[in-house]
């Protein structure tokens, strides 16, 4: 996927209402507040691979960057969050999606405030022998 289909694809997930229970939707998962799109594939790699699993993994940081700078050309400096304490914190008690869930793949995201909802960006890592995947989400719900 180009820059711009990952745009329109957070462009459209910005106007879409949220379901009233988690489920599939046709780019990833909606609940309750919330939208994850999966921008792309993660593809696995398994153990004899580590060149194509560090190819992959460059592309999918390139495109990472470039949506980040798009954004940022849009609405301004994103705010970085670590979501090191909130992995930490799921482990003992519930916390709110979509962070629960991100927390669970990624180290940190990039955040944008834009009128009542927060985007998101993040590079999800799904085990060692996959390549990262670009997520975006879109939230109500404030930033642990």
């Known amino acids: 996927m180009t820059t711009a289909e990952h745009l329109d694809t957070i462009d459209q997930l ?3 209402d949220f379901p009233d229970v988690r489920g599939r939707s ?3 998962t ?5 939208h994850l799109a999966e921008l792309g594939d993660s593809r ?7 060149v194509g699993r560090a190819e992959e993994a460059e592309r999918t940081s390139a495109a990472y960057e470039a949506l980040t ?11 970085v969050f670590s979501l090191g304490s909130v992995r930490l914190r799921a482990v003992t008690q519930e916390v709110a999606q979509p962070w629960g869930e991100l927390s669970g ?4 995201v990039h955040v944008w405030r834009v009128e009542d909802r927060w985007v998101v ?3 999800a890592r799904w085990g060692a022998d996959h390549s990262p995947q670009l997520l975006a989400a879109v939230t109500v719900t404030d930033p642990p």
Do not use: K
């Open 105 to 108: 793949v990624t180290d940190h």
């Open 14 to 16: 910005r106007t879409r």
């Open 44 to 50: 696995w790699f398994g153990d004899e691979d580590a």
């Open 30 to 34: 909606s609940g309750p507040g919330y």
């Open 121 to 123: 960006v993040c590079a």
């Open 69 to 79: 700078h798009a954004l940022t050309e849009r609405w301004g400096t994103a705010d």
């Open 26 to 28: 046709d780019v990833g």
